[in-house]
């Protein structure tokens, strides 16, 4: 008998994303607002590098709706720094989000799930040469390595998030290096 694997695709984007060249730090991630894809966790990932780095300037655009966007809307409210800004634009579609990621620089695309299969979310932002972050769950350590992102614990802390994240924003040729392997491992394989 002959196996071979079939993996889940997606079509060429067309284009691959910009790193900022403007100081401010970009994160994207995409998920549904529900326990198990833990955007607050991610919030505070992301509150915790703003701390760390008072002089940068963070944004991070989450893509998704679900029954836990007001709780984290609330939480932006009570708990960001002043140097991080939070957006919810919801998903409107998936070409919608596609422009987001042609017409705006992201430096780094985030997943820090408790559980995955193989995520489309990374697929499509590896299509554009986008750098992941992303948890050792599921279906992620197929796509995610140190060529192009960092892997993190299943359980990873804020500061751990944090100190991944801004690991990519300190070392641009790295990023640079990481962008191109993001890209290379979706035509090889997605």
Same mark, same amino acid.
């Given at each position: ?34 326990? @198990? ?82 995520? @489309? ?70």
């Amino acid at each position: 008998h002959l196996c071979e694997t079939s993996r889940l695709g997606i079509v060429d984007p067309g284009f691959i994303t910009s790193p900022s060249k403007d100081g401010i730090f970009r994160i994207v991630s995409c998920s549904l607002f529900v326990p @198990v894809k833990r955007v607050e966790l991610l919030l505070k990932g992301v509150i915790f590098a703003a701390r760390l780095r008072p002089e940068l300037t963070i944004e991070w655009h989450h893509f998704g709706t679900g029954p836990l966007k007001p709780d984290i809307e609330s939480l932006v409210q009570e708990i960001l720094p002043d140097n991080a800004g939070a957006f919810f634009p919801g998903y409107p579609s998936l070409e919608y989000l596609l422009s987001f990621y042609k017409d705006n620089s992201i430096d780094v695309f985030v997943n820090v799930s408790e559980s995955e299969g193989t995520p @489309v979310s990374i697929m499509e932002a590896i299509s554009c040469g986008i750098p992941i972050v992303a948890t050792a769950v599921g279906g992620n350590p197929e796509i995610v390595s140190e060529k192009n992102g960092k892997l993190l614990d299943p359980n990873p802390t804020p500061k751990e998030m944090a100190s991944a994240l801004l690991s990519i924003w300190d070392e641009p040729d790295l990023a640079l290096e990481k962008r191109k392997q993001s890209r290379r491992i979706w035509q090889e394989k997605y």
